[in-house]
């Protein structure tokens, strides 16, 4: 089937997507920024997860990319308040930053 295509380019139609990059990146960084607190809050079981917790937030972004991360252990101990240095480790918490 033969087809022919025509390419047609404009001035304005260059301002219009300018202008829409313009508004739609700030409004894209604000949407990250509240992704970024939700994912600073959720706790990961193992070291591994959690760049894969990070990568899966970043597919959805357009007009960014995540450039650095970093992992932070927190570590639960078995008792309340403070610990002890004899108190025993209960559990070791990944959180993906």
Do not use: F, N
């Not at 959720?42 to 007009?63: N, V």
């Not at 004899?86 to 930053?97: C, N, W």
């Amino acid at each position: 089937m033969a087809q022919r295509w025509l390419v047609v380019s404009s001035q304005a139609a260059l301002a219009r997507a300018e202008a829409r990059i313009t508004t739609a990146q700030p409004r894209e960084w604000e949407a990250i920024d509240t992704q970024r607190l939700h994912v600073h809050a959720k706790r990961c079981a193992t070291p591994e997860a959690a760049p894969a917790a990070r990568q899966a937030l970043a597919t959805s972004w357009r007009y960014h990319q995540l450039a650095a991360s970093q992992v932070i252990a927190h570590k639960h101990y078995a008792g309340k308040g403070r610990p002890a240095p004899t108190s025993p480790l209960k559990a070791l918490v990944v959180i993906s930053m």
